[in-house]
């Protein structure tokens, strides 16, 4: 059973950076696609950005085009989010996902296989 636990999360002014982790074990991280998605109060949970196994390509929502990076350290077993120009719209409880079928991206919830339990990640304005 994979186990993902995320970290990093906090409270930052508007403008400001954080950096998301997410660290793996139990499985084999180095074939999996990772994602990490987000869920604002009031709303339902979206895609932010995904990354295929050997991290060679990428994608990104458009709300993050730009600000946040998303990039992996399969020797650690663990998957980052650089969020950088943080606005107040961007206050989300952050989960990050994997997917077994590492070699493709996907935006869809129902195609990741494990979740992380999420980090609180507030923005101030």
């Known amino acids: 059973q994979v186990q993902l636990v995320e970290s990093g999360g906090g409270l930052v002014q508007a403008g400001g950076s954080l950096r998301l982790s997410c660290a793996a074990s139990?499985?084999?991280?180095?074939?999996?696609?990772m994602g990490w998605f987000r869920q604002a109060p009031g709303k339902e949970r979206e895609f932010v950005a995904t990354i295929i196994w050997s991290g060679g390509i990428t994608y990104y929502a458009d709300s993050v085009k730009g600000r946040f990076i998303i990039f992996r350290d399969n020797a650690k077993n663990t998957v980052y989010l650089q969020m950088n120009s943080l606005k107040p719209e961007d206050t989300a409880v952050y989960y990050c996902?994997?997917?077994?079928?590492?070699?493709?991206?996907?935006?869809?919830?129902?195609?990741?296989?494990?979740w992380g339990q999420g980090t609180q990640v507030a923005v101030s304005s």
């Open positions: 139990g499985g084999t991280f180095s074939n999996y696609a």
């Open positions: 996902a994997a997917r077994i079928v590492g070699v493709a991206v996907s935006t869809r919830e129902y195609q990741y296989d494990y």
